[in-house]
């Protein structure tokens, strides 16, 4: 079945740090890949995605590339703010118009920013 | 983006009681919601879908009769952890889903507590 790993937390960085949270996944096919993110008190919120292999998705200053050879795809952010303090998910679903849209999520990696 | 609420975002009750936790999709119209379960520092586990006006259909190792899920309407799903005891204590959260979106908007969960 569908599975997704991710780094465990937690990680503390200092403000304008290079951020980098590893994930790799399981599945059959070109799943569709997300990364969701959480801030406190708050619900999961769809941060990027991806949905082919080479496909790059980026929001707010976070980029991650579906790398199908690698079975990887990994968050980076070159310059953390305070703001950025979460916790970030790694998520996948059934490919794009398969209309499996249920997701498999990573355990969450909790990202603390120091000002 | 899109909001989904939950309520109570607290319960806590006694054992063998039964507890109905609410999600609405406030600003569109959720043919598809699922129900997700959440232990500390783990990820988030499917429960089941639910499409607007069929039954759930729940992910293997969730007993149906234990949790019942109800899609009456476009914008509410109901789940009902029927004769709680101190296991099913978690973090119960929801996410809604229109058409033709994939995009999951995730509400901001419920934590149940049962003694």
């Known amino acids: 079945g569908n599975s997704v790993t991710q780094m465990e937390g937690p990680v503390t960085l200092s403000e304008e740090a290079f951020l980098t949270i590893n994930c790799t996944y399981t599945a059959t096919g070109y799943p569709s890949l997300f990364w969701y993110v959480q801030y406190p008190g708050e619900g999961l919120q769809l941060l990027l995605k991806?949905?082919?292999?080479?496909d790059k998705g980026s929001n707010k200053g976070f980029e991650a590339t579906y790398r199908k050879e690698t079975t990887s795809f990994h968050l980076e952010k070159g310059s953390v703010q305070v703001s950025d303090s979460a916790v970030y998910f790694c998520a996948l679903s059934g490919p794009r118009n398969s209309n499996d849209y249920k997701l498999s999520f990573g355990a969450g990696t909790t990202v603390t920013v120091r000002a | 983006g899109a909001v989904v609420s939950q309520h109570p975002s607290r319960v806590i009750c006694k054992s063998g009681t039964s507890v109905k936790i609410e999600c609405r999709s406030l600003d569109f119209q959720a043919t598809t919601m699922f129900w997700y379960r959440q232990f500390p520092k783990q990820s988030l586990m499917l429960m089941a879908t639910s499409n607007e006006g069929s039954k759930a259909t729940y992910e293997q190792g969730v007993e149906k009769d234990k949790f019942l899920i109800n899609h009456a309407s476009l914008t509410l799903s109901t789940l009902t952890v029927t004769s709680a005891h101190p296991e099913d204590s978690s973090f119960y959260i929801c996410?809604?889903?229109?058409?033709?979106?994939?995009?999951?908007?995730f509400g901001p969960g419920t934590r149940l507590l049962v003694l």
């Open positions: 996410s809604a889903k229109g058409t033709p979106q994939e995009t999951q908007y």
């Open positions: 991806a949905t082919k292999a080479d």
